[in-house]
Each structure stands twice: as structure tokens, then as C-alpha cells.
């Protein structure tokens, strides 16, 4: 593996509740190279608070600890407020879920992905126009020319999520963390945008968190594969190797499925043993 | 084919807006679904699937076409004896319960509608069919967890002893470990109560375990219909079909590059 672009040791993400602190992420550790990181883990098992972390977005409530979060060698927990901005988008860039959330319902799209190349490269008005219409191309929207006057409201949730990655990726970050970035696609429509992202990992270098609650999915693209069960990754293997999965967890989850190539009776109910909490 | 079919849809057109702005979400879609049969739905979003779903249990009452269901011709004004026969669970079980209503009052409330008696035990029995027990009744939707919430909608749709039952997306917005349970309850009451199923997903996992044919849908139009055994061994003609069952195994780079060279007009979704 290429030497390491972030590392995360013992990250622990904790919220105040009624008795006391609860943990949402409890001691994680892992790297990033030039690679594909799938985090899979089911809602609630801290995979993204563990996304949000990174970049120092988790609410403002939430108390993040950790050994140490460096990117190139660089703390960016202890990296003050306008250092983050300039890292932020610009060197780690992060995909949302939800492009009805994360696009700004008054102002065009094309726009929108503009202003995310302007910022981090003032002045040229025009050229940012360029580089927007040409990284809506590269998403797969047909007509780039015109999608770009449109507003998020007039644009189908499929799309709207193409416009979040194209924003995401012209800035060209090193680092993307991507947090169900296909959810919102067709099976076709994702597997088109995920080889833009494959060629970016394999052609420029980028270093890949791909936060998903697909294991078929991240067992098919990712390089490595984390395993996320209540705040803590229980199991780590290579995406090949998903399928001899040793911990039960996730062997309950492969279980689980339904899949097309192997049809059972019954789908097996996955029944979950205290002993993970803490194992 | 001797019996005569549970649901009928004939030449079914769904459109909405008017003039320029007007698209036809459902164009010409003609199946056939034979009692006790599960039949399935698949496209990706915006295909029109859930449409002929709204257009069948009378959520929406504007189409062209034919729908029989159970030998009875729909109007757009129907019986509530109709009603009964046809009941709906919805896809995100976070916006299809009320969430002030108790689960008593949810359950309570079709039962209201349809005048039935004996309210009490059909609760009761509700819930043990679903798997929830007794101790749920007086519960908020917002005590419950997603699956949880899943079955109250199952619950409240069981309560009538319906004929048929739509399924939309009944499992999307749950976790995996979480969907095979509500699966598993689904094949349950089915297999129990001779139900015919109408089940609508993106996802051709859910789809190939729950039913024996599907029908796949791109823009408002069905492609083909096939038995699921044809689906698992591959043999679809259609580009499209061969497209959805490749990708919903997962990603390969390949695949890409042999879609393009196959067909490449069906390059650039919208």
C-alpha cells in the first residue's frame, strides 16, 4: 500500500444524554492511501459521524476525541479554524447523502458547482463557468448547457446527487469522503458514476472513504472494507475477502441479503450478540 | 389460462401536467396477475411503478385505460367492499403513520371506516400477526423503530382481510438485517392468507425472493415480463433489462466499457 494520506487512530465521538455521555464512535482506527476504503456498518453504527469527524463537521454537541487524525503528517485536530477552511473542499472534500439537503434551493445549480471551484481559486469568472459545465459533463448529465441554469427543485433526486459530486470534485480535493453517494441513483445510473470516481482513484491518486450500507456493493468496488457495528470496526478485510467474512456480524448481514444469483426459502434474521458491543 | 386473473391492468395511461409540460408516467402498460400470485415491479425512479400502484388502489383517480381487479371493473368512484379487497403498504414508514395517532388509533381507523365490529380482538390479532404483540397498542410512532413502524403499516393494512396486497417499496427505507425480517413476515401472511401480492422495487434482490415474475419498467413503459428463474439464469434479451440485472450485482469497471460498446445510444441517462 502507498504511504498512508490520513490516518485516523482511536477516534472516540461522544453526544450528552439524559445518563450520561453516549458513544456514537468508540476507537477507531484506521488509514487511507490511494485507495478505495469502503465503511460499512447498518444506521447508527457511527460510520458517518466517523466521516463527519474527519473534517471536524460532526454537530456541535458531539465531543470528538482521537489519538491523532493526520492528513499528510498533519494534525487537524489541534489545525486551527481558517487552517480547516483551506483544507476543507479544497484537500478533503466530503459527499452528502441527501441532495435535497445539501444544494442551495435558491441559487442555479451550475452555479452552485462554480462557486465550489471560485472559492478555492479566485478571479477567472468565466474559466470557474468552464470548469463547471465541463465537470456536469463528466457526472453523465446530457445536457450540461442547460442543467446548469436550472434550480435544485427543477432537477430529479438522481441527478441532484450527480450535481453534489460534480460540486465535490471540481475543486479537485485528494481526499473524498462519501457518504451514500449513490443512494439516491439507479443501479445503472450508479454504476456510471462510480467509475468516475474508480478513475479518479486509479488515474489521479485520490484517496477514497466510501460510507455505504451496500456491503454487495462496497464488496464489488472498494479496495478495503471496514465493518462498523455500534461505534466500533469490528472487522477489516480485503473487499474480495467480504464473502469469507469471519465475525458474525457480518456474516449475519451477508445472510441477510436477498440475492438474486442464490435464492433461499427464508432470509436469515441476524441476531445480534451483547458480546459485540465490547469484542 | 382458465381462471380468471386477481388484477387486470389493460392499456394503462397515467399522465400528469397539461400541454407542453404534460408526461405520461404510465404509457400503454398491459399485465396480468393470477391469484395467490406474487408479481413483481422493478425500474429506477420517476419509471412509473408506483404510479400504477396509486392508480390500482385508487389514490389516483385520473387514468385511461382498464383495471380489474378481483372481476370487478374500477371506476373511479368505487365500493368500500372494493376498498377492502385492495389494501396498500407505503415506503417509508416514517411518513405513512400518523404520527399523534397512537397505534391503537391507526389500527382503529379502517376498521372504523368499514364499519367492522369486534374491534378489540381484531386489534389484538393485528398485532400478534405482524409479530409485535399486544404491549405496542398504546405506542407513538415515534417509540417504535423503523421496522417496527414497517409492521404497524403491515398491521394496518392485514386488519381488513384483504384479497390483494400493494407493496411499495415496503423495505427501502430499512437495514438490511431489518428488511429480511419484514421480508420474511410479508412471505408469512402470504403464504397463510392466500394473498395475491403486487410488489413495487428498485431492488431486483427483493424482488427475485418475493415474487415469480417480474415486470421491469423504464419511463413509464414495461419492457418485458419474465419468470424470476429466467432473470437468475440471464436470459433477457432486452438491453436495458441485461443492464439492471449486471448492476445490481455491484460495480465493475468492465461493465461500463462493455455497455458503451453494446449500445451506445443508451449512454447518458437523463
Known amino acids: 500500500m ?16 439524559p445518563h450520561g455521555p453516549v458513544a456514537a464512535v468508540r476507537g477507531v482506527s484506521f488509514t487511507l492511501g490511494r485507495e478505495r476504503v469502503g465503511i460499512v456498518g447498518e444506521s447508527g453504527s457511527g460510520k458517518s459521524m466517523t466521516g ?30 481558517k487552517r480547516m477552511r483551506a483544507i476543507r473542499g479544497r484537500r478533503i472534500s466530503m459527499i452528502l447523502q441527501d441532495p435535497r439537503f445539501s444544494l442551495n434551493p435558491v441559487m442555479r445549480v451550475g452555479d452552485q458547482v462554480a462557486e465550489s471551484f471560485r472559492v478555492h481559486h479566485p478571479g477567472r469568472r468565466a474559466q470557474a463557468r468552464d470548469r463547471a459545465l465541463d465537470m456536469l459533463s463528466q457526472v453523465r448529465i446530457r445536457e450540461p448547457k442547460r442543467v446548469y441554469d436550472l434550480y435544485p427543485h427543477e432537477v430529479s433526486g438522481g441527478m441532484g446527487q450527480r450535481i453534489m459530486i460534480a460540486m465535490m470534485l471540481v475543486p479537485e480535493p485528494e481526499v473524498l469522503i462519501a457518504d451514500e453517494p449513490t443512494s439516491a441513483l439507479d443501479v445503472t445510473v450508479r454504476t456510471q458514476v462510480l467509475a468516475i470516481l474508480d478513475d479518479l482513484v486509479t488515474q489521479r491518486g485520490l484517496g477514497l472513504v466510501f460510507v455505504s450500507h451496500d456491503l454487495n456493493l462496497v464488496a464489488t468496488f472498494c479496495d478495503r472494507v471496514l465493518v462498523m457495528y455500534a461505534g466500533r470496526i469490528v472487522e477489516e478485510c480485503r473487499a474480495a475477502d467480504l464473502a469469507r467474512a469471519a465475525h458474525p456480524y457480518t456474516r449475519g448481514l451477508l445472510a441477510a441479503m436477498p440475492r438474486l444469483d442464490a435464492p433461499r426459502e427464508r432470509l436469515a434474521v441476524l441476531q445480534r450478540d451483547p458480546a459485540w458491543l465490547t469484542a | 389460462m382458465s381462471a380468471t386473473p386477481e388484477i387486470a391492468v389493460r392499456n394503462l395511461r397515467v399522465s400528469f401536467g397539461a400541454g407542453e409540460a404534460r408526461v405520461a408516467a404510465v404509457d400503454d402498460v398491459s399485465f396480468e396477475v393470477m391469484p395467490g400470485e406474487s408479481h413483481g415491479l422493478v425500474g429506477e425512479s420517476g419509471c412509473g411503478k408506483s404510479t400504477i400502484l396509486r392508480a390500482i388502489c385508487g389514490l389516483n383517480a385520473r387514468w385511461d385505460g382498464a383495471i380489474f381487479v378481483a372481476g370487478e371493473k374500477l371506476a373511479p368512484r368505487r365500493s368500500l367492499a372494493l376498498h377492502r379487497k385492495v389494501q396498500m403498504v ?4 416514517y411518513a405513512s403513520l400518523h404520527p399523534r395517532h397512537t397505534v391503537d388509533t391507526i389500527l382503529h381507523e379502517p376498521l372504523a371506516i368499514h364499519r367492522l365490529g369486534d374491534v378489540n380482538r381484531r386489534i389484538n390479532d393485528a398485532l ?3 409479530g409485535l404483540g399486544r404491549a405496542f397498542r398504546f405506542r407513538f410512532p415515534h417509540q417504535l423503530s423503523g421496522g417496527q413502524r414497517q409492521r404497524v403499516a403491515i398491521a394496518r393494512a392485514i386488519i381488513l382481510e384483504p384479497r390483494i396486497l400493494l407493496l411499495d417499496e415496503p423495505t427501502s427505507a430499512l437495514d438490511v438485517s431489518i428488511q429480511a425480517e419484514v421480508l420474511n413476515l410479508l412471505a408469512d401472511l402470504r403464504r397463510e392468507r392466500g394473498l395475491t401480492c403486487l410488489l413495487v422495487s428498485h431492488d431486483l434482490g427483493v424482488v427475485a425472493h418475493m415474487c415469480e415474475r417480474v415486470g421491469v419498467m423504464r419511463s413509464g413503459r414495461l419492457l418485458k415480463e419474465t419468470r424470476v428463474d429466467a432473470l437468475r439464469a440471464g436470459a433477457v434479451a432486452h438491453e436495458y433489462t441485461r443492464r439492471f440485472i449486471e448492476a445490481s450485482a455491484g460495480y465493475d469497471r468492465a461493465m461500463v466499457h ?13
Open chain 1, 2 to 17: 502507498s504511504d498512508p494520506i490520513l490516518a485516523v487512530e482511536n477516534l472516540t465521538v461522544r453526544f450528552p444524554g
Open chain 1, 52 to 81: 463527519r469527524s474527519i473534517l471536524r463537521i460532526a454537530p456541535r454537541t458531539a465531543e470528538v476525541r482521537a489519538t491523532r487524525i493526520a492528513f499528510h503528517g498533519e494534525d487537524l485536530l489541534a489545525a486551527s479554524e
Open chain 2, 90 to 93: 407505503f415506503q417509508d414508514p
Open chain 2, 128 to 130: 400478534d400477526q405482524v
Open chain 2, 258 to 270: 462493455a455497455w458503451a460498446a453494446r449500445d451506445p445510444q443508451m449512454e447518458n441517462p437523463t
